[in-house]
């Protein structure tokens, strides 16, 4: 069986609330009506009671016991006052005329009544009925009887059938308003709804949530007051956002995204210690724009990989390094024996192998780790041929530490000391002319940790260079990043931001101030060390 149509469903609805009104009204007026009847009778009863027990016939014939002229009374006075029955009681309870001849000399029940007590009453006995009782009271003040009046109330629909015209009336016009008013509502809602029907809308949604749902990159609706409107289960996770998501919750530059202040395709971001693409795409309708939906990508792992291709590069950059002053030096012996300059040539060898010699047992004395020790000798050549001297800072010494104990340890320093030498490198090469350009290295375990207590490798680069501008200390860990990553894929930013990214995922920290230069410190704790 079809569904019904919209238009139809509201049809019902409104027929049906235009029934449960009109019966509210008719039951609100019949229920005034009976307590305007009432009211009325109970009045006109008690005055019908009491002009019958001013009587002074009645005063009289119960006085005296004489009870002939009572009934003649009682008739008369329900003919003039409409009154349904008037019932006269001697003070014996005892009833000598009324409508019904089989109750005359019969026993009548007062009830609540206070006629007896010489006060007169106006009741409902069954809650359908008017009755009102007044004392007889001879000239003495004794009370020698009770007049009773009685009117039934009509039954309670009978107003509504005396005036079937406006009854019928009163129908058909809340039934033309309400047919009216539904196929008005039912189109307005059609046109609001793109036409589509409740059930349809229904099947939407429902399509909706298994699709996102089961699509893998992160989907998150916005707004056009940049509030988030739609979450799905991948982008949730991937910002790392509960149950109330909140812009507002998120960094400067992740909002920036979202929010479409920083536009651009393939923005790059860092959340955590992931690394997310995201891409801003307004949603317009009726061609104004009433939000956006941004897509999120995980990139965390081609980030690694790339990190990875970029230390192949370095260590191609360095051997291509080392290959040309080799290949310098080789021309330069082979010049002078030539020239037949054997003792300068016996000079120059000696020099070429002490100065070599000397960093390598400074660095390999100095430095446990073998392949910390091992980068740095590399990076040697690459800044000799850029014109910079790379030393050791005064007191450096890192101990070599278990592998079994932490086996990350190694790569993770190699990753983030490579990155901010090749940084530091970088700053002095570009710098301004003038002064010797230098890059110090300082590696040590320190005993505090970064939170104040394990241990944690502390590594400390300073350059000659013209530092870091001010206010933008952490900005180098983020902006840098993302643009630098967006445009040219391996940049100096992406050295920055994953050489951060290690040091958070160990629990530690990175950081930068000027003192002369640049002066970038990152602290890596141990495995195992409580942070």
């Known amino acids: 069986m079809a569904r019904p149509t919209l238009a139809r469903q509201f049809l019902g609805w409104q027929l049906g609330i235009v029934a449960l009104l009109l019966a509210a009204v008719a039951a609100l007026a019949v229920a005034q009506s009976d307590a305007a009847f009432r009211e009325t009778q109970g009045r006109r009863m008690l005055s019908v009671a009491e002009d019958v027990a001013a009587t002074a016939t009645v005063r009289q014939s119960l006085a005296t016991g004489q009870h002939g002229a009572l009934p003649g009374i009682a008739t008369t006075a329900r003919n003039l006052s409409g009154a349904d029955e008037i019932v006269i009681v001697d003070s014996g309870l005892t009833v000598r005329t009324a409508t019904d001849p089989a109750e005359v000399d019969t026993a009548f029940d007062l009830g609540e009544s206070t006629a007896l007590r010489g006060r007169a009453w106006v009741g409902h006995p069954d809650g359908r009925t008017v009755v009102a009782q007044v004392p007889v009271i001879a000239d003495g003040g004794a009370v020698v009887g009770v007049v009773a009046a009685r009117v039934a109330a009509p039954p309670l629909l009978t107003g509504l059938a005396a005036a079937p015209g406006q009854t019928a009336a009163l129908l058909g016009v809340a039934l033309v308003v309400g047919v009216a008013g539904s196929l008005l509502l039912a189109r307005r809602v059609r046109r609001q709804t793109l036409g589509l029907e409740p059930a349809e809308i229904v099947e939407l949604v429902q399509r909706r949530e298994a699709m996102l749902l089961g699509v893998k990159e992160g989907v998150v609706g916005?707004?056009?007051?940049?509030?988030?409107?739609?979450?799905?289960?991948?982008a949730r996770e991937m910002l790392d956002l509960g149950d109330d998501a909140d812009v507002a919750a998120l960094d400067e530059r992740l909002r920036d995204v979202l929010t479409g202040a920083t536009g651009g395709e393939d923005q790059v971001v860092l959340r955590g210690d992931r690394v997310l693409v995201l891409n801003r795409m307004p949603v317009l309708a009726?061609?104004?724009?009433?939000?956006?939906?941004?897509?999120?990508?995980?990139?965390?792992?081609?980030?690694?990989?790339?990190?990875?291709?970029?230390?192949?590069?370095?260590?191609?950059?360095?051997?291509?390094?080392?290959?040309?002053?080799?290949?310098n030096r080789m021309h330069t012996i082979a010049g002078l024996t030539e020239l037949g300059e054997h003792d300068e040539v016996r000079r120059f060898v000696a020099g070429v192998v002490r100065e070599s010699g000397q960093w390598r047992r400074e660095v390999t004395a100095q430095v446990g780790d073998a392949a910390a020790a091992a980068l740095l000798v590399a990076k040697a050549s690459l800044a000799t041929e850029r014109g910079v001297v790379l030393r050791l800072a005064s007191g450096s010494r890192l101990d070599p530490v278990d592998p079994v104990r932490d086996p990350a340890l190694s790569a993770d320093l190699v990753t983030v000391l490579g990155n901010l030498v090749d940084n530091a490198l970088d700053a002095v090469s570009n710098g301004p002319a003038g002064g010797p350009a230098w890059v110090e290295v300082g590696l040590a375990l320190s005993a505090d940790g970064a939170a104040g207590r394990g241990d944690a490798v502390r590594v400390t680069v300073r350059d000659s260079g013209p530092g870091v501008a001010t206010g933008l200390a952490e900005e180098v860990f983020r902006h840098g990043f993302t643009t630098k990553a967006a445009e040219q894929p391996g940049g100096r930013g992406l050295g920055l931001a994953l050489a951060r990214q290690v040091c958070l995922r160990r629990g530690g920290r990175i950081d930068v101030h000027n003192d002369g230069g640049a002066v970038f410190t990152a602290s890596l704790p141990l495995a195992g060390v409580p942070v």
């Open 286 to 327: 009726h061609g104004e724009r009433v939000g956006a939906v941004v897509t999120l990508r995980d990139r965390t792992e081609l980030a690694t990989l790339q990190d990875r291709l970029d230390a192949s590069r370095h260590v191609t950059d360095t051997l291509r390094a080392q290959t040309h002053e080799f290949a």
């Open 222 to 234: 916005m707004d056009d007051a940049h509030r988030i409107t739609l979450l799905n289960d991948a």
